[in-house]
């Protein structure tokens, strides 16, 4: 056998061994499941896939379900769902654990160029390490240039934070540190989200000011500089949204639909539906991004 026939002898092996794993995905079996351990499960789809199985030791818990006529990989799918784990396809190899836990590996990340024009770039970090832990800032003080490195979910949402903080200072804001003269005392209306979860922030955030929470009126009140309450209007702005729980996320070629619960009651929406005011704009990446005027928060599987 030549070189050549030998190259087509591994092509189609190659194919049939390809085609093989894709056609016991693709296999529809009925499955019925009662109190049976989650990593179990996924074992068994993994193993019927024609898949290895790596699951990871934080899958914990039980599960009961009948699905019929279903294919192991619509299976997958409904598993992850139900339980806000989730899965991927790694040389062959189902891993299956946490949306959190398979972002720190797997996650496609993404960086962003920021020039600033009127506020510092040390400014614009550290608010950021307040609004959006999980993007990390590089600074360039000479340029005045902040880079950003992220899910590119959260750099969207970052951007959109940095703009807004920059056009607010616009000519009326020097780049050096402002003294604390000039201080004033401001209240702030939060409309949905926790008044005691935000002043810990605020607290946290700015330890040499007073803020205080108003339980009654729904009102944070403190003494700043004007510069600083841009910074604290932008933060407030940011976790007052509604304590939405994503319970669930459903696509089927283009359609994509989203299982909200709020206050105990869940409502199934799709891009574009409102809830309390609050539209669902898109999904990216398994993460739902809500919008209310100029406002957005941004909830993942999983996670609240």
Do not use: C
């Not at 390809?18 to 009662?34: N, Y």
């Not at 614009?124 to 240039?145: C, F, H, M, Q």
């Not at 402002?178 to 922030?201: C, H, M, P, W």
């Not at 089927?252 to 199934?268: E, K």
Request: glycine content about 8%; proline content about 4%.
């Amino acid at each position: 056998m030549n070189s050549r026939q030998t190259a087509m002898v591994v092509i189609v092996l190659l194919g049939v061994l390809l085609w093989g794993q894709i056609g016991l995905a693709e296999t529809v079996v009925d499955m019925d499941f009662k109190e049976a351990p989650l990593g179990d499960v996924f074992q068994v789809l993994g193993e019927l896939a024609g898949y290895n199985v790596l699951i990871d030791p934080t899958v914990n818990g039980t599960i009961s379900f009948y699905l019929k006529d279903l294919t192991v990989t619509d299976a997958l799918d409904l598993l992850i769902q139900a339980t806000g784990y989730d899965y991927r396809i790694v040389n062959n190899t189902l891993v299956v654990a946490s949306q959190t836990r398979l972002a720190e590996r797997f996650q496609s990340q993404d960086s962003a160029f920021v020039p600033l024009k009127n506020v510092s770039a040390e400014d614009a970090s550290r608010l950021l390490g307040i609004v959006v832990p999980g993007v990390k800032t590089y600074i360039d003080p000479e340029l005045n240039i902040l880079v950003l490195f992220g899910a590119v979910a959260e750099l969207d949402f970052a951007k959109g934070i940095l703009e807004k903080y920059d056009s607010i200072r616009s000519g009326s804001v020097q780049l050096e540190p402002q003294s604390d003269t000039g201080l004033s005392s401001k209240r702030i209306y939060v409309e949905y989200g926790s008044g005691l979860e935000i002043l810990g922030i605020l607290q946290g955030a700015f330890p040499n000011r007073q803020f205080a929470w108003d339980p009654e009126l729904r009102i944070i009140s403190g003494v700043a500089p004007e510069t600083e309450w841009q910074q604290i209007q932008i933060i407030v702005a940011a976790k007052d949204h509604p304590a939405f729980i994503l319970k669930g996320l459903v696509s089927s070629g283009d359609r994509i639909l989203v299982l909200v619960d709020y206050d105990g009651t869940t409502t199934l929406m799709k891009p574009g539906d409102m809830l309390l005011g609050w539209s669902v704009e898109k999904v990216v990446e398994k993460r739902v991004i809500f919008t209310k005027d100029d406002r957005s928060f941004t909830l993942e599987m999983g996670r609240q």
